[in-house]
């Protein structure tokens, strides 16, 4: 039997919030956005959360820390639960008093929609898996993921040298050709936010794509100040490109870059990328997750990837000359309360 237990996400940081912290970080399917603090930064952001957990014989087995917010020009309230639940996919019965949980969970904070996006790679399952588990427990499967479901995740594993060997032979030509420019890397901090924000922007503008508030990325490094790496590549104390990675657990991952328009042939946004594997390396962690690319098979990736310039296309041909495997989670899955707001919201997204 299971003891379930509703629990509000808190500031301070509290014994409860640690002992989340430790089950996410030890579970197989754990990820930072499951973290407390992952939860406190979208709370300054717009979001409130609220966490859902079970135990048996005194211990955490599953749960999820959900985000809940206005969308739609606040018509619609829905929860969102990034990379969760955490639960044990396989056990018909954690499942389906986990989902017993998050229902009231819904109903207390008025959402008509609660969003699943688990941590799950489709080849832990068995063909027509996933479906038939969201079949059984009354999930809709939707069209649109909120988180890139298909991802590179590169093995941190063997020695360092054999980690830059697997790489295509290009990439490695251009981390030893930024060392060779002059480009050097070093960890920031709060104080060189500014510097990695300009970046940011400059990037957003070049590549057109949206950015988040600059007190966003801030907060991000306030928040995880122990668990996260600012590097910085520069030349003549110049920034040239800028990443931010987060680790949790095993994994490390990254989650922003900038490269600005000057220098670029001194190649520092291999010398920021490579600095940070090694920094995961370095925390213990076996493998470097690097967090979206286009949602395609292998196949269609290394047809298309020199001809393509939408979307996640252009990092897709960045990312893959460091290595890795090709991984896809089994995306998203819908619990539904208001079957009208549910048509509005699928309507909406469908616009976008």
Not at 289 to 305: A, I, K, Q, R, S
Request: charged share 25%.
């Amino acid at each position: 039997m299971f003891e379930e237990i509703f629990e509000i996400g808190q500031q301070p940081y509290t014994e409860a919030d640690a002992e989340w912290d430790d089950f996410v970080a030890g579970h197989p399917h754990g990820s930072l956005l499951q973290t407390t603090q992952w939860a406190q930064l979208k709370n300054r952001f717009g979001w409130h959360s609220h966490r859902v957990w079970l135990r048996q014989d005194g211990q955490l087995v599953a749960g999820a820390q959900v985000l809940y917010r206005s969308v739609a020009f606040g018509a619609i309230k829905m929860g969102y639960i990034p990379h969760g639940p955490l639960v044990n996919w396989n056990d018909d019965e954690q499942v389906a008093v986990l989902l017993n949980q998050l229902d009231q969970s819904a109903y207390q904070n008025r959402a008509g929609i609660m969003k699943l996006e688990p941590l799950l790679w489709e080849d832990e399952l068995p063909p027509a898996g996933w479906q038939a588990i969201t079949q059984r427990h009354n999930l809709r499967i939707p069209s649109d993921t909120i988180q890139p479901p298909r991802t590179i995740l590169l093995d941190l594993r063997p020695a360092g040298d054999d980690i830059l060997a697997a790489m295509k032979q290009k990439t490695r030509y251009n981390i030893r050709l930024a060392e060779k420019k002059g480009v050097t890397v070093r960890q920031g901090d709060l104080n060189d936010m500014p510097a990695f924000v300009r970046l940011l922007a400059e990037t957003a503008r070049r590549d057109t794509f949206s950015i988040h508030d600059p007190r966003y990325y801030r907060s991000a490094m306030e928040l995880f100040p122990e668990q996260s790496a600012l590097l910085l590549a520069e030349y003549e104390g110049q920034p040239l490109a800028g990443v931010m990675v987060f680790a949790t657990g095993q994994t490390a991952a990254y989650l922003y870059g900038a490269s600005g328009s000057a220098e670029r042939q001194r190649m520092p946004a291999y010398a920021a990328q490579w600095a940070a594997i090694q920094w995961a390396k370095a925390r213990g962690c076996t493998h470097y997750d690097f967090w979206g690319v286009p949602d395609y098979p292998l196949e269609t990736l290394e047809t298309e990837f020199t001809t393509r310039q939408d979307g996640l296309w252009p990092v897709y041909r960045f990312k893959r000359g460091f290595g890795g495997e090709l991984r896809r989670t089994v995306g998203a899955a819908d619990r539904v309360y208001n079957n009208l707001l549910y048509r509005l919201y699928r309507w909406r997204r469908g616009r976008r």
